[in-house]
């Protein structure tokens, strides 16, 4: 491992013992990546020092606090050290409960003034609370080529992928080291010869909505796993809600961190460019027959047609996508005998309250919700059995985390659920 001479002194406690410890932990996590270096990273997206009950309770006895679990949960260390102000720009992905309507997702006052506390500390250690899974849609747009550290498997795909930017998918411990030392492993994706497309994907059913690139997405993670696929075809209107679902898809039913679309991507001009010096290894057809197959999948676990719940937002809401919602929604009412759950940023909320999108959902007996979801905060109305999602990444995980049944279906027809209490959705 060649270290610098800063990082070398950082790692000799010239910047302070959280520091030194950050660095011990990082040259740790190099070693058994095999990288030889660091690369300097102003970009980091993390949870640090985040704590449940559980945790807070586990190290009750060496004080519980924000430098407790800071020190021995996300640096790993022996010793509780004062943790100093955060060195490289950083900022918090979502977290575990709405600052607001923590009550209606169930959260108890204990654990909401945890919340509170641990709010209050990242302030003040310089983390920004996005509190989104969607860090670039909230004030952490990075630049092409910009080497950042970040958590959140559909956030690295967007990252990577759409921005041409540059991150592994990191955990707690290197996100809350980096923002300490402005440091990362150079190692896989962080490297140009390890971007390079590995797997042909042939589309030949149109692609075109939201509904239909997050099928797309499964079936590529489902197809090429952890690989980087190369996509061509019949792929139209890319946007970022459309990428933001194909993502998260991709990286729940597969391992995807990084994809190349033909012509869209900015490392994709050409597939010649998308592969560089490889050819491909495998090669799949996404046609009427695969997308059939991956609408019965992500159906699956859906049979009783009364839905208790629906949940839009994952990954949380763009305005673009609230405006919709609450466009089909207008003037009806959610059914008494089912809810309706909206997540997003806590920076896009608050343009949806200015534009009057929060207050339409209201008026239907809706939420619009921020900072979490159901999946992270395990928090879903009480009762719930079935669930309508628009999104095949939390169709993929809400049901076998809460034992609950799903169906996945266009914006339209979860919202039609929400307001009938049925579930009618069909492939067309
Ligand atoms: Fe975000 Fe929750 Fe989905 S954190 S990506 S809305 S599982």
């Given at each position: 491992?060649?270290?610098?001479?800063?990082?070398?002194?950082?790692?000799?406690?010239?910047?302070?013992?959280?520091?030194?410890k950050?660095?011990?932990?990082?040259?740790?996590?190099?070693?058994?990546?095999?990288?030889?270096?660091?690369?300097?990273?102003?970009?980091?997206?993390?949870?640090?020092?985040?704590?449940?009950?559980?945790l807070?309770?586990?190290?009750?006895?060496?004080?519980?606090?924000?430098?407790?679990?800071?020190?021995?949960?996300?640096?790993?260390?022996?010793?509780?050290?004062?943790?100093?102000?955060?060195?490289?720009?950083?900022?918090?992905?979502?977290?575990?409960?709405?600052?607001?309507?923590?009550?209606?997702?169930g959260?108890?006052?204990?654990?909401?003034d945890?919340?509170?506390?641990?709010?209050?500390?990242?302030?003040?250690?310089?983390?920004?609370?996005?509190?989104?899974?969607?860090?670039?849609?909230?004030?952490?747009?990075?630049?092409?080529?910009?080497?950042?550290?970040?958590?959140?498997?559909?956030a690295?795909?967007?990252?990577?992928?759409?921005?041409?930017?540059?991150?592994?998918?990191?955990?707690?411990?290197?996100?809350?080291?980096?923002?300490?030392?402005?440091?990362?492993?150079?190692?896989?994706?962080?490297c140009?010869?390890?971007?390079?497309?590995?797997?042909?994907?042939?589309?030949?059913?149109?692609?075109?909505?939201?509904?239909?690139?997050?099928?797309?997405?499964?079936?590529?993670?489902?197809?090429?796993?952890?690989?980087?696929?190369?996509?061509?075809?019949?792929?139209?209107?890319?946007?970022?809600?459309?990428?933001?679902?194909?993502?998260?898809?991709?990286?729940?039913s597969?391992?995807?961190?990084?994809?190349?679309?033909?012509?869209?991507?900015?490392?994709?001009?050409?597939?010649?460019?998308?592969?560089?010096?490889?050819?491909?290894?495998?090669?799949?057809?996404?046609?009427?027959?695969?997308?059939?197959?991956?609408?019965?999948?992500?159906?699956?676990?859906?049979?009783?047609?009364?839905?208790?719940?629906?949940?839009?937002?994952?990954?949380?809401?763009?305005?673009?996508?609230?405006?919709?919602?609450?466009?089909?929604?207008?003037?009806?009412?959610?059914?008494?005998?089912?809810?309706?759950?909206?997540?997003?940023?806590?920076?896009?909320?608050?343009?949806?309250?200015?534009n009057?999108?929060?207050?339409?959902?209201?008026?239907?007996?809706?939420?619009?919700?921020?900072?979490?979801c159901?999946?992270?905060?395990?928090?879903?109305?009480?009762?719930?059995r079935?669930?309508?999602l628009?999104?095949?990444?939390?169709?993929?995980?809400?049901?076998?985390?809460?034992?609950?049944?799903?169906?996945?279906?266009?914006?339209?027809?979860?919202?039609?659920?929400?307001?009938?209490?049925?579930?009618?959705?069909r492939?067309?």
């Amino acid at each position: 491992m060649q270290l610098t001479a800063e990082e070398r002194a950082m790692l000799d406690g010239a910047e302070g013992a959280a520091t030194q410890k950050a660095m011990d932990l990082l040259v740790r996590y190099a070693d058994a990546l095999g990288a030889e270096r660091f690369v300097e990273t102003d970009n980091v997206a993390g949870v640090p020092g985040a704590a449940h009950g559980f945790l807070k309770d586990y190290y009750r006895d060496q004080g519980g606090d924000y430098n407790a679990i800071f020190s021995l949960f996300d640096l790993d260390s022996d010793e509780v050290v004062e943790v100093p102000r955060m060195k490289a720009f950083s900022c918090h992905l979502q977290g575990g409960m709405d600052p607001d309507l923590w009550r209606e997702q169930g959260m108890s006052e204990t654990a909401h003034d945890g919340f509170v506390y641990d709010e209050e500390q990242n302030a003040e250690h310089g983390v920004q609370l996005l509190k989104t899974c969607t860090p670039y849609v909230a004030g952490n747009v990075p630049a092409h080529g910009e080497h950042c550290a970040w958590m959140e498997s559909s956030a690295v795909v967007y990252c990577n992928s759409v921005v041409g930017a540059r991150t592994n998918t990191e955990g707690r411990e290197s996100t809350s080291a980096a923002m300490l030392t402005k440091r990362i492993p150079y190692w896989g994706y962080h490297c140009p010869e390890y971007r390079h497309g590995q797997h042909a994907i042939a589309v030949e059913f149109p692609v075109g909505d939201v509904f239909e690139w997050g099928m797309l997405g499964y079936f590529v993670g489902q197809s090429v796993e952890d690989g980087i696929p190369v996509i061509t075809g019949a792929i139209s209107n890319p946007s970022l809600i459309r990428h933001k679902h194909f993502g998260a898809a991709a990286a729940s039913s597969g391992g995807v961190e990084l994809y190349h679309m033909v012509g869209i991507t900015p490392e994709a001009p050409s597939a010649a460019a998308a592969f560089g010096p490889n050819l491909p290894e495998q090669h799949f057809v996404y046609d009427a027959a695969e997308r059939r197959r991956i609408y019965e999948t992500l159906n699956a676990v859906g049979e009783c047609e009364d839905v208790d719940y629906v949940m839009l937002g994952c990954p949380h809401y763009s305005i673009e996508q609230i405006a919709h919602a609450a466009q089909l929604i207008e003037g009806r009412k959610v059914h008494e005998n089912s809810a309706l759950w909206v997540f997003t940023s806590r920076a896009v909320k608050a343009v949806a309250d200015r534009n009057g999108h929060t207050k339409t959902l209201q008026d239907a007996g809706a939420y619009l919700m921020t900072d979490t979801c159901s999946a992270i905060s395990q928090a879903i109305p009480e009762g719930t059995r079935v669930a309508a999602l628009d999104s095949a990444k939390q169709v993929h995980y809400l049901p076998a985390m809460m034992d609950i049944e799903g169906w996945y279906g266009t914006t339209a027809e979860c919202i039609d659920a929400a307001c009938t209490g049925r579930w009618a959705g069909r492939l067309q």
